[in-house]
Protein backbone atom coordinates (compact mmCIF):
# COMPACT_ATOMS: atom_id res chain seq x y z
CA UNK A 1 0.00 0.00 0.00
CA UNK A 2 1.11 3.31 -0.73
CA UNK A 3 0.72 6.05 1.69
CA UNK A 4 -0.67 9.92 0.02
CA UNK A 5 3.16 10.87 0.77
CA UNK A 6 4.93 8.26 -1.07
CA UNK A 7 2.84 8.53 -3.78
CA UNK A 8 3.18 12.27 -3.75
CA UNK A 9 7.09 11.77 -3.55
CA UNK A 10 7.51 8.81 -6.07
CA UNK A 11 5.18 10.90 -8.83
CA UNK A 12 7.52 14.50 -7.87
CA UNK A 13 10.72 12.45 -8.45
CA UNK A 14 9.63 10.87 -11.80
CA UNK A 15 8.34 14.62 -12.75
CA UNK A 16 10.99 16.56 -11.89
CA UNK A 17 14.31 14.67 -11.44
CA UNK A 18 14.70 11.21 -13.07
CA UNK A 19 18.15 11.04 -12.02
CA UNK A 20 17.76 11.34 -8.34
CA UNK A 21 16.98 14.71 -6.56
CA UNK A 22 19.17 14.83 -4.08
CA UNK A 23 22.27 16.29 -5.79
CA UNK A 24 25.19 15.01 -3.17
CA UNK A 25 27.43 18.65 -3.46
CA UNK A 26 26.41 21.84 -4.71
CA UNK A 27 27.63 25.00 -4.47
CA UNK A 28 26.16 27.50 -1.80
CA UNK A 29 26.79 30.61 -2.90
CA UNK A 30 26.75 33.69 -0.20
CA UNK A 31 25.84 36.63 -2.75
CA UNK A 32 23.90 39.70 -2.93
CA UNK A 33 20.15 39.68 -4.53
CA UNK A 34 16.77 41.74 -4.48
CA UNK A 35 13.98 40.28 -3.51
CA UNK A 36 10.27 41.80 -2.33
CA UNK A 37 10.46 41.74 1.35
CA UNK A 38 7.49 44.77 2.06
CA UNK A 39 4.30 43.95 1.28
CA UNK A 40 3.17 44.73 -2.96
CA UNK A 41 3.52 48.50 -3.71
CA UNK A 42 6.28 48.64 -1.80
CA UNK A 43 10.29 48.61 -3.62
CA UNK A 44 12.30 45.93 -3.44
CA UNK A 45 15.10 45.34 -0.63
CA UNK A 46 18.62 44.48 -1.54
CA UNK A 47 19.82 41.19 1.02
CA UNK A 48 22.37 39.26 1.33
CA UNK A 49 21.16 35.38 0.09
CA UNK A 50 22.50 31.49 -0.08
CA UNK A 51 21.82 30.70 -3.63
CA UNK A 52 19.95 34.39 -4.99
CA UNK A 53 16.33 34.11 -1.84
CA UNK A 54 15.66 34.96 1.16
CA UNK A 55 15.74 31.95 3.11
CA UNK A 56 18.31 30.46 1.12
CA UNK A 57 18.38 26.85 -0.48
CA UNK A 58 16.42 24.42 0.79
CA UNK A 59 18.48 21.85 2.17
CA UNK A 60 16.97 18.70 2.55
CA UNK A 61 18.50 15.06 3.17
CA UNK A 62 17.61 11.83 4.63
CA UNK A 63 18.64 10.96 8.40
CA UNK A 64 22.09 9.81 8.39
CA UNK A 65 23.07 11.29 4.78
CA UNK A 66 26.14 13.37 4.07
CA UNK A 67 25.68 17.10 3.59
CA UNK A 68 28.60 18.63 1.11
CA UNK A 69 28.48 21.97 0.27
CA UNK A 70 30.85 24.01 -0.77
CA UNK A 71 30.21 27.59 0.59
CA UNK A 72 31.21 30.39 -2.39
CA UNK A 73 31.81 34.00 -0.67
CA UNK A 74 30.18 36.33 -3.21
CA UNK A 75 29.51 39.13 -0.43
CA UNK A 76 31.75 42.26 0.35
CA UNK A 77 32.09 40.96 4.06
CA UNK A 78 33.69 37.87 5.47
CA UNK A 79 31.55 34.98 6.48
CA UNK A 80 30.61 31.52 7.59
CA UNK A 81 28.15 28.66 7.58
CA UNK A 82 26.85 27.41 10.81
CA UNK A 83 24.59 24.77 11.18
CA UNK A 84 22.51 25.28 14.10
CA UNK A 85 21.05 22.27 15.89
CA UNK A 86 23.04 19.71 13.96
CA UNK A 87 25.56 17.38 16.16
CA UNK A 88 28.00 17.95 14.02
CA UNK A 89 31.70 17.20 13.91
CA UNK A 90 33.55 20.23 15.55
CA UNK A 91 35.55 20.87 12.51
CA UNK A 92 32.26 21.89 10.49
CA UNK A 93 30.23 24.40 12.49
CA UNK A 94 31.39 27.20 11.18
CA UNK A 95 32.40 29.27 14.30
CA UNK A 96 34.60 31.85 12.56
CA UNK A 97 37.94 32.11 15.58
CA UNK A 98 36.80 28.75 17.35
CA UNK A 99 36.36 25.94 14.82
CA UNK A 100 37.68 27.86 11.29
CA UNK A 101 38.78 30.80 9.62
CA UNK A 102 35.88 33.12 8.08
CA UNK A 103 36.16 32.79 4.64
CA UNK A 104 37.18 36.01 3.02
CA UNK A 105 35.24 37.80 0.41
CA UNK A 106 36.41 35.85 -3.09
CA UNK A 107 37.33 32.42 -0.98
CA UNK A 108 35.35 29.30 -0.21
CA UNK A 109 34.98 26.45 2.26
CA UNK A 110 33.84 22.77 1.63
CA UNK A 111 31.42 21.97 4.43
CA UNK A 112 31.19 18.49 4.66
CA UNK A 113 29.38 16.61 7.57
CA UNK A 114 26.58 13.73 8.55
CA UNK A 115 23.14 14.68 9.27
CA UNK A 116 22.68 12.09 12.45
CA UNK A 117 18.98 13.27 13.41
CA UNK A 118 15.79 13.39 11.16
CA UNK A 119 14.21 16.90 11.84
CA UNK A 120 14.29 20.53 10.91
CA UNK A 121 17.32 22.41 11.52
CA UNK A 122 18.77 25.77 10.17
CA UNK A 123 21.73 27.30 8.79
CA UNK A 124 22.56 30.50 9.60
CA UNK A 125 26.19 33.09 8.71
CA UNK A 126 27.75 32.89 12.11
CA UNK A 127 30.30 35.63 11.57
CA UNK A 128 28.84 39.58 12.24
CA UNK A 129 25.49 37.41 13.03
CA UNK A 130 23.67 40.25 14.02
CA UNK A 131 24.30 41.84 11.03
CA UNK A 132 24.28 39.02 8.31
CA UNK A 133 21.66 37.51 9.42
CA UNK A 134 19.94 40.42 9.82
CA UNK A 135 20.50 40.78 6.08
CA UNK A 136 19.13 37.31 5.30
CA UNK A 137 21.62 34.90 5.39
CA UNK A 138 19.90 31.93 6.73
CA UNK A 139 18.33 28.72 4.94
CA UNK A 140 16.93 25.65 6.28
CA UNK A 141 18.13 22.10 6.70
CA UNK A 142 15.13 19.40 6.96
CA UNK A 143 16.45 15.82 7.67
CA UNK A 144 13.99 13.42 6.73
CA UNK A 145 12.92 10.16 8.90
CA UNK A 146 13.51 7.39 6.96
CA UNK A 147 9.70 6.84 7.29
CA UNK A 148 8.04 10.40 7.50
CA UNK A 149 4.32 10.99 8.97
CA UNK A 150 1.69 10.69 6.40
CA UNK A 151 0.70 14.01 5.98
CA UNK A 152 -0.83 15.76 2.74
CA UNK A 153 2.26 18.73 2.94
CA UNK A 154 4.97 19.40 4.52
CA UNK A 155 5.63 23.06 4.61
CA UNK A 156 9.06 24.88 6.01
CA UNK A 157 7.77 28.12 6.94
CA UNK A 158 10.67 30.74 8.54
CA UNK A 159 9.90 33.45 10.31
CA UNK A 160 11.70 36.69 9.86
CA UNK A 161 11.46 40.02 11.71
CA UNK A 162 13.05 42.81 9.22
CA UNK A 163 13.75 46.99 9.70
CA UNK A 164 13.30 48.77 6.84
CA UNK A 165 13.08 51.86 6.27
CA UNK A 166 9.52 52.62 4.73
CA UNK A 167 10.14 55.22 2.57
CA UNK A 168 13.27 52.92 0.47
CA UNK A 169 12.50 49.52 1.80
CA UNK A 170 15.81 49.20 2.33
CA UNK A 171 17.22 47.48 5.91
CA UNK A 172 17.94 49.74 8.13
CA UNK A 173 21.89 50.07 8.46
CA UNK A 174 22.12 50.14 12.11
CA UNK A 175 23.11 46.92 13.24
CA UNK A 176 24.95 47.93 16.33
CA UNK A 177 23.11 50.74 17.82
CA UNK A 178 23.61 50.98 21.22
CA UNK A 179 19.73 50.98 22.52
CA UNK A 180 19.04 47.54 20.42
CA UNK A 181 21.64 46.55 22.23
CA UNK A 182 21.45 46.88 25.50
CA UNK A 183 17.99 45.90 25.11
CA UNK A 184 15.42 43.45 24.09
CA UNK A 185 17.62 43.46 20.34
CA UNK A 186 17.10 44.25 16.78
CA UNK A 187 13.33 43.99 16.55
CA UNK A 188 12.42 45.00 13.55
CA UNK A 189 8.43 47.00 11.55
CA UNK A 190 8.03 44.05 9.27
CA UNK A 191 7.62 40.26 9.76
CA UNK A 192 7.97 37.88 7.01
CA UNK A 193 7.41 34.16 6.47
CA UNK A 194 9.92 32.83 3.82
CA UNK A 195 11.14 35.97 2.72
CA UNK A 196 7.67 37.09 1.75
CA UNK A 197 4.78 39.32 3.61
CA UNK A 198 1.78 37.51 4.67
CA UNK A 199 2.17 34.68 1.76
CA UNK A 200 -0.64 32.31 0.99
CA UNK A 201 -0.42 28.42 0.99
CA UNK A 202 -3.22 26.70 -0.78
CA UNK A 203 -4.60 23.65 1.41
CA UNK A 204 -8.00 21.70 0.86
CA UNK A 205 -10.35 20.91 3.42
CA UNK A 206 -9.52 18.34 6.41
CA UNK A 207 -5.90 18.10 4.62
CA UNK A 208 -3.41 16.96 7.50
CA UNK A 209 -0.24 19.35 7.12
CA UNK A 210 3.41 19.23 8.82
CA UNK A 211 4.50 22.86 9.17
CA UNK A 212 8.06 23.04 10.67
CA UNK A 213 8.46 26.65 11.91
CA UNK A 214 12.14 28.12 12.56
CA UNK A 215 12.50 31.50 13.93
CA UNK A 216 15.40 33.40 11.95
CA UNK A 217 14.80 36.55 13.64
CA UNK A 218 17.59 38.31 15.05
CA UNK A 219 15.43 38.89 18.79
CA UNK A 220 11.61 38.51 18.33
CA UNK A 221 10.05 36.58 20.24
CA UNK A 222 6.86 34.98 18.82
CA UNK A 223 3.65 34.11 20.47
CA UNK A 224 1.82 31.40 17.85
CA UNK A 225 -1.75 30.35 17.33
CA UNK A 226 -3.67 28.49 15.10
CA UNK A 227 -6.89 29.42 13.04
CA UNK A 228 -8.53 27.29 11.04
CA UNK A 229 -6.15 24.72 12.06
CA UNK A 230 -6.07 22.12 14.74
CA UNK A 231 -3.30 19.50 16.02
CA UNK A 232 0.10 18.50 17.74
CA UNK A 233 3.15 19.80 18.53
CA UNK A 234 5.58 17.04 17.92
CA UNK A 235 8.59 17.83 17.87
CA UNK A 236 10.98 20.59 19.35
CA UNK A 237 14.70 22.11 18.09
CA UNK A 238 14.58 19.07 15.46
CA UNK A 239 13.71 16.25 17.89
CA UNK A 240 10.42 14.21 18.36
CA UNK A 241 8.30 14.98 21.54
CA UNK A 242 7.62 11.14 23.43
CA UNK A 243 3.98 12.35 23.39
CA UNK A 244 2.62 14.95 20.91
CA UNK A 245 1.45 18.09 22.51
CA UNK A 246 -2.09 19.24 21.49
CA UNK A 247 -1.94 22.67 20.29
CA UNK A 248 -4.02 24.92 22.55
CA UNK A 249 -4.17 28.79 22.91
CA UNK A 250 -0.77 30.21 22.32
CA UNK A 251 2.96 28.97 22.14
CA UNK A 252 6.50 30.23 22.07
CA UNK A 253 8.93 30.50 19.25
CA UNK A 254 12.21 32.19 20.86
CA UNK A 255 15.04 33.03 18.13
CA UNK A 256 16.99 29.93 16.38
CA UNK A 257 13.86 27.57 17.94
CA UNK A 258 12.20 25.21 15.81
CA UNK A 259 8.69 23.60 16.20
CA UNK A 260 7.11 21.09 14.30
CA UNK A 261 3.54 20.56 14.00
CA UNK A 262 1.02 18.24 12.44
CA UNK A 263 -2.36 20.07 11.94
CA UNK A 264 -5.61 19.28 10.16
CA UNK A 265 -7.48 22.05 8.19
CA UNK A 266 -10.83 22.82 9.90
CA UNK A 267 -11.52 25.98 8.39
CA UNK A 268 -14.34 25.51 5.52
CA UNK A 269 -13.87 25.19 1.60
CA UNK A 270 -12.80 28.68 0.68
CA UNK A 271 -12.37 29.85 4.22
CA UNK A 272 -9.18 30.73 5.10
CA UNK A 273 -6.83 29.14 8.12
CA UNK A 274 -3.65 30.89 9.69
CA UNK A 275 -0.54 31.15 11.66
CA UNK A 276 -1.05 34.20 13.79
CA UNK A 277 1.48 36.10 15.49
CA UNK A 278 -0.48 37.03 18.80
CA UNK A 279 0.55 40.19 20.78
CA UNK A 280 -0.36 42.57 23.74
CA UNK A 281 -2.60 44.45 21.32
CA UNK A 282 -4.60 41.26 19.40
CA UNK A 283 -1.96 40.48 16.64
CA UNK A 284 -1.50 39.90 12.97
CA UNK A 285 -1.46 37.02 10.88
CA UNK A 286 1.94 35.77 9.69
CA UNK A 287 0.30 33.32 7.14
CA UNK A 288 -2.48 32.45 4.79
CA UNK A 289 -3.75 29.28 3.60
CA UNK A 290 -6.70 29.49 1.55
CA UNK A 291 -8.85 26.35 1.77
CA UNK A 292 -10.50 24.95 -1.05
CA UNK A 293 -12.89 21.73 -1.41
CA UNK A 294 -10.76 18.66 -0.78
CA UNK A 295 -10.64 15.96 -2.61
CA UNK A 296 -11.77 13.01 -0.24
CA UNK A 297 -10.38 13.78 2.84
CA UNK A 298 -12.02 13.62 5.83
CA UNK A 299 -10.83 14.52 8.93
CA UNK A 300 -8.34 11.81 10.52
CA UNK A 301 -7.59 10.71 14.14
CA UNK A 302 -4.87 10.80 16.45
CA UNK A 303 -1.10 10.77 15.23
CA UNK A 304 1.75 8.52 16.28
CA UNK A 305 5.01 10.22 17.65
CA UNK A 306 8.02 10.66 15.22
CA UNK A 307 10.62 8.20 15.47
CA UNK A 308 12.84 9.06 18.09
CA UNK A 309 16.41 9.71 17.22
CA UNK A 310 18.64 8.24 18.98
CA UNK A 311 19.83 10.13 21.86
CA UNK A 312 22.21 8.98 25.22
CA UNK A 313 20.52 8.37 28.52
CA UNK A 314 20.09 11.25 30.40
CA UNK A 315 21.37 10.10 34.33
CA UNK A 316 21.97 13.78 35.84
CA UNK A 317 20.98 13.55 39.48
CA UNK A 318 24.52 13.52 40.29
CA UNK A 319 25.78 15.23 37.70
CA UNK A 320 28.20 18.46 38.63
CA UNK A 321 25.88 21.74 38.14
CA UNK A 322 27.16 24.47 37.03
CA UNK A 323 25.69 28.11 36.92
CA UNK A 324 25.95 30.47 34.37
CA UNK A 325 24.84 33.98 35.74
CA UNK A 326 23.57 36.40 32.96
CA UNK A 327 23.79 40.06 33.64
CA UNK A 328 23.43 43.26 32.64
CA UNK A 329 21.39 44.98 29.93
CA UNK A 330 19.28 47.96 30.40
CA UNK A 331 18.08 48.58 34.20
CA UNK A 332 20.56 46.32 35.19
CA UNK A 333 23.66 47.71 33.61
CA UNK A 334 27.06 46.04 34.90
CA UNK A 335 29.09 47.44 37.27
CA UNK A 336 32.07 45.93 36.03
CA UNK A 337 32.94 43.01 33.48
CA UNK A 338 36.10 41.01 32.35
CA UNK A 339 37.36 41.03 28.66
CA UNK A 340 39.97 38.66 29.05
CA UNK A 341 42.15 39.43 32.10
CA UNK A 342 41.11 42.73 32.27
CA UNK A 343 37.83 44.02 34.57
CA UNK A 344 36.38 47.26 32.96
CA UNK A 345 33.96 49.31 34.37
CA UNK A 346 30.38 49.13 33.37
CA UNK A 347 31.11 52.31 31.08
CA UNK A 348 34.21 51.53 29.91
CA UNK A 349 32.64 48.19 29.00
CA UNK A 350 29.06 50.66 27.33
CA UNK A 351 31.72 52.57 25.12
CA UNK A 352 32.61 49.23 23.62
CA UNK A 353 29.15 48.38 23.03
CA UNK A 354 29.15 45.81 25.71
CA UNK A 355 26.39 45.69 27.97
CA UNK A 356 25.96 42.32 28.57
CA UNK A 357 28.11 38.88 30.99
CA UNK A 358 28.08 35.70 31.14
CA UNK A 359 29.50 35.09 34.52
CA UNK A 360 31.23 38.13 34.63
CA UNK A 361 32.79 37.46 31.31
CA UNK A 362 31.67 40.75 28.76
CA UNK A 363 33.29 38.28 25.65
CA UNK A 364 33.99 34.77 24.99
CA UNK A 365 36.77 33.91 28.24
CA UNK A 366 39.65 32.45 27.62
CA UNK A 367 38.99 29.78 29.28
CA UNK A 368 36.42 27.31 28.66
CA UNK A 369 32.77 28.02 31.43
CA UNK A 370 32.91 24.01 31.41
CA UNK A 371 35.31 21.68 30.53
CA UNK A 372 33.73 18.29 30.22
CA UNK A 373 35.28 15.00 29.94
CA UNK A 374 33.59 13.03 27.21
CA UNK A 375 30.34 11.18 27.80
CA UNK A 376 29.91 12.65 31.13
CA UNK A 377 26.56 14.50 31.65
CA UNK A 378 26.68 17.94 33.62
CA UNK A 379 24.21 20.24 34.67
CA UNK A 380 24.01 24.03 33.44
CA UNK A 381 21.67 26.17 35.35
CA UNK A 382 21.05 29.41 33.38
CA UNK A 383 20.40 32.73 36.18
CA UNK A 384 19.00 35.25 34.54
CA UNK A 385 19.11 38.34 36.56
CA UNK A 386 18.92 40.84 33.77
CA UNK A 387 15.95 42.28 32.83
CA UNK A 388 15.29 40.71 29.00
CA UNK A 389 14.21 37.43 28.39
CA UNK A 390 17.22 34.90 26.38
CA UNK A 391 17.50 32.80 24.35
CA UNK A 392 20.19 30.48 25.13
CA UNK A 393 21.94 27.99 22.59
CA UNK A 394 24.53 24.99 22.90
CA UNK A 395 26.12 23.66 19.84
CA UNK A 396 27.01 20.66 19.27
CA UNK A 397 24.51 18.83 21.16
CA UNK A 398 20.74 18.63 22.29
CA UNK A 399 19.93 19.03 26.33
CA UNK A 400 17.33 17.64 28.17
CA UNK A 401 15.35 20.49 29.76
CA UNK A 402 15.18 20.07 34.02
CA UNK A 403 10.81 20.73 34.87
CA UNK A 404 10.43 22.81 37.66
CA UNK A 405 9.46 18.99 39.36
CA UNK A 406 13.40 18.08 38.82
CA UNK A 407 11.81 15.92 35.65
CA UNK A 408 13.82 16.05 32.52
CA UNK A 409 11.50 17.97 29.73
CA UNK A 410 12.11 18.06 26.08
CA UNK A 411 15.61 17.69 24.02
CA UNK A 412 16.26 21.55 22.94
CA UNK A 413 19.51 23.07 21.39
CA UNK A 414 18.03 26.90 22.33
CA UNK A 415 15.76 27.40 25.94
CA UNK A 416 14.08 30.46 26.57
CA UNK A 417 15.16 31.93 29.69
CA UNK A 418 12.33 34.91 30.94
CA UNK A 419 13.49 37.90 32.73
CA UNK A 420 14.37 37.28 36.77
CA UNK A 421 14.19 33.16 36.02
CA UNK A 422 16.31 29.91 36.60
CA UNK A 423 16.72 26.97 34.31
CA UNK A 424 18.46 23.79 34.46
CA UNK A 425 19.59 22.05 31.77
CA UNK A 426 21.15 18.39 31.65
CA UNK A 427 23.43 17.86 29.06
CA UNK A 428 25.68 14.79 27.91
CA UNK A 429 28.92 16.01 26.62
CA UNK A 430 29.24 13.67 24.01
CA UNK A 431 30.57 15.23 21.16
CA UNK A 432 34.20 15.99 21.27
CA UNK A 433 35.09 19.55 20.62
CA UNK A 434 35.30 23.39 21.16
CA UNK A 435 31.74 24.70 21.01
CA UNK A 436 29.89 28.04 21.73
CA UNK A 437 27.49 28.95 24.27
CA UNK A 438 25.62 32.03 23.69
CA UNK A 439 22.18 34.14 23.87
CA UNK A 440 20.90 33.34 19.88
CA UNK A 441 19.61 37.11 20.48
CA UNK A 442 22.45 38.07 17.92
CA UNK A 443 22.86 41.39 19.34
CA UNK A 444 23.43 40.34 22.97
CA UNK A 445 25.60 38.00 21.59
CA UNK A 446 27.70 40.65 19.77
CA UNK A 447 27.68 42.46 23.07
CA UNK A 448 29.02 40.37 25.35
CA UNK A 449 26.48 37.37 26.27
CA UNK A 450 29.16 34.25 24.61
CA UNK A 451 30.72 31.51 26.37
CA UNK A 452 32.23 28.08 25.58
CA UNK A 453 32.71 24.71 26.28
CA UNK A 454 34.89 21.98 25.90
CA UNK A 455 34.58 18.19 25.43
CA UNK A 456 37.57 16.12 25.20
CU1 LIG B 1 22.28 29.46 15.57
CU2 LIG B 1 25.82 30.04 17.55
O1 LIG B 1 24.03 29.79 16.56
CU1 LIG C 1 19.99 37.63 25.16
Known amino acids: MFSRRQFLQTSTAVLLAPMGVRAASTDLVAQEAVQQIAPEGYPTTPVWTYGGNVPGLDIRV ?30 MDG ?30 SHNRSMEQV ?18 DRDLTLMLDDWRLDPDTAHIVNDF ?8 AGRLGNLVTVNGRFDPDYPVGTAERLRLRLINASNARIYDLSLDGLTGWIVA ?45 DGGFGLARFPVSE ?32 MQGGAMRWLDAAKIGDTELSGRELAQLGRFWAL ?3 AERPKEPFLDARLGQTHRIEFVN ?72
Not at 63 to 74: C, W, Y
Not at 398 to 425: K, M, S
Open 176 to 183: DNGHDLSH
Open 359 to 361: NGY
Open 95 to 124: VPGLTQDAVEAGASFNYDFVAPDAGTYWYH
Open 294 to 325: GAAATPRQEIDPLPPNSMPEVQYDDAPLHRMV
Open 385 to 456: ETAFPHAMHLHGHHFRVVLQDGTLGPWRDTVLVERGQARQIALVADNPGDWLLHCHMLGHAASGMMSWFRVS
Open 134 to 151: ARGLYGPLIVEEASPPDV
Open 236 to 280: LDGMPLAQPLPVEGTFPLAPAQRVDLIVDVTAKAQGIASLVSVER
Open 62 to 91: RQGERVQRKLVNKLPQPTAVHWHGIRIANA
